[in-house]
Each structure stands twice: as structure tokens, then as C-alpha cells.
């Protein structure tokens, strides 16, 4: 799971004891943009064999959830994380990716959930300041 925090956030929330709708209901909609960015600069990251692997992401087989200021883009796939960090752990064992495979994972993994979410960052910085601006204005 990729974690993104905005900065600054915490801090213009806390001036409020609690958040005026109006700002929470631009909060939500920055975050909705967000996953929906997050999803679309992180699945041409993602090494394809069959497709299913990228396909979850955000979608058939994974999913987006929203919730009053929360959410989240997943994949369930089980191989997902042998993809993404290089290794699984077998029987108790760990087994790392050795080498190219049909859908051509570097040794090591490739970390297309961070790569996504460097890609995406600046956008999802502006929908931030975008919708508070547009709230507290």
C-alpha cells in the first residue's frame, strides 16, 4: 500500500476544531481526484504478462475506496507484491525475482505503485491547494 500525505494538511485542519462542511466536502473531492490520478499514472508501470496484474489495480480484481476524508486504490492479486518488492515468502522461506520474466520484472521487483505515486504527486498537490482554496475563499 503507497501512503501520500499532503503536507501542510494536518496543519490547516487542526486551525479548525472541526472541519466546516464545506471544506470537507473539498477535501473528499481532491482525494477522489487523487485516486483516480494515482490509478492513471501508475498503471503504465506496471509489467504486463496477461494484464490481469494492472487491470486490478483500481479496477476487476482490486478496487478504489471512498470515504468521508479516506481513500484508497488497491490490487488483490497475490503476486502483486512479488511484482512490485522482488520476493515473496514461500513455506516460510523468502524467494527473490532472479531474473527477467515473460512480463519482463527487473531482478529486484519494480515498484510500480511508487513510481505511480512519484509520477502523480504534483497533480495531486494541485487538486489539494485547488479545493482548499476553493473552500476557504
Known amino acids: 500500500m503507497i501512503t ?4 501542510g494538511l494536518e ?4 486551525k479548525f476544531k472541526r472541519i466546516p462542511p464545506k471544506l470537507a466536502r473539498g477535501i473528499n473531492v481532491a482525494i ?9 499514472d501508475t498503471k503504465p508501470f506496471v509489467p504486463v504478462d496477461t494484464g490481469r496484474l494492472r487491470t486490478s489495480i483500481g479496477g476487476h480484481g482490486g478496487g478504489k475506496i471512498f470515504r468521508n476524508l ?3 486504490i488497491f490490487t488483490n492479486m497475490k503476486y502483486a507484491s512479488w511484482i512490485h518488492e522482488g520476493k515473496m515468502r514461500r513455506n516460510g522461506r523468502i524467494i527473490y ?3 527477467m520474466g515473460k512480463a519482463r520484472t ?3 521487483g519494480k ?3 511508487e513510481l505511480g505515486a512519484k509520477k502523480a504527486k504534483p497533480e495531486i498537490e494541485e487538486y489539494f491547494k485547488r479545493e482548499i482554496d476553493k473552500a476557504i475563499r
Open 4 to 7: 501520500l500525505k499532503i503536507d
Open 11 to 14: 496543519k490547516t485542519l487542526r
Open 32 to 40: 477522489k481526484k487523487s485516486i483516480f490520478q494515482l490509478e492513471a
Open 70 to 72: 479516506y481513500g484508497a
Open 97 to 99: 525475482l532472479k531474473g
Open 106 to 108: 527487473p531482478p529486484g
Open 111 to 113: 515498484p510500480f505503485m
